[in-house]
Nanobody, 115 residues
Framework: QVQLVESGGGLVQPGGSLRLSCAAS????????MGWYRQAPGKQRELAAT???????NYADSVKGRFAISRDNARNTVVLQMNSLKPEDTAVYYC?????????WGQGTQVTVSS
């Protein structure tokens, strides 16, 4: 079992930046693929970014060049740095940890991009 707690969401103006953090506990963090998903109002949940235990990174086309995911295995954390934010980035952002058939989700943190 893995427990995930997100932080860092909030309200930001278009063009601004936010840094989301996810603290993991309860299992061997380094073996998990970590990710960030998001769900906008009225839309399906979608992948934003993932990082494997080996450091391979994948981004959704909609966030490439603006978002950066990183992980610190010593501190059991994963970070999503979000730059050049757009109103369409408004969503609840969820931290995930996946290994084999297991997938764990955090409770989510709201990101609102609005002037």
């Amino acid at each position: 079992q893995v427990q995930l707690v997100e932080s860092g969401g909030g309200l930001v103006q278009p063009g601004g930046s936010l840094r989301l953090s996810c603290a993991a506990s309860g299992s061997i963090f380094s073996r998990y693929t970590m990710g960030w998903y998001r769900q906008a109002p009225g839309k399906q949940r979608e992948l934003a970014a993932t990082i494997t235990r080996g450091g391979s990174i994948n981004y959704a086309d909609s966030v490439k060049g603006r978002f950066a995911i990183s992980r610190d295995n010593a501190r059991n954390t994963v970070v999503l740095q979000m730059n050049s934010l757009k109103p369409e980035d408004t969503a609840v952002y969820y931290c995930t940890a996946g290994w084999g058939r297991d997938m764990y989700w955090g409770q989510g943190t709201q990101v609102t991009v609005s002037s």
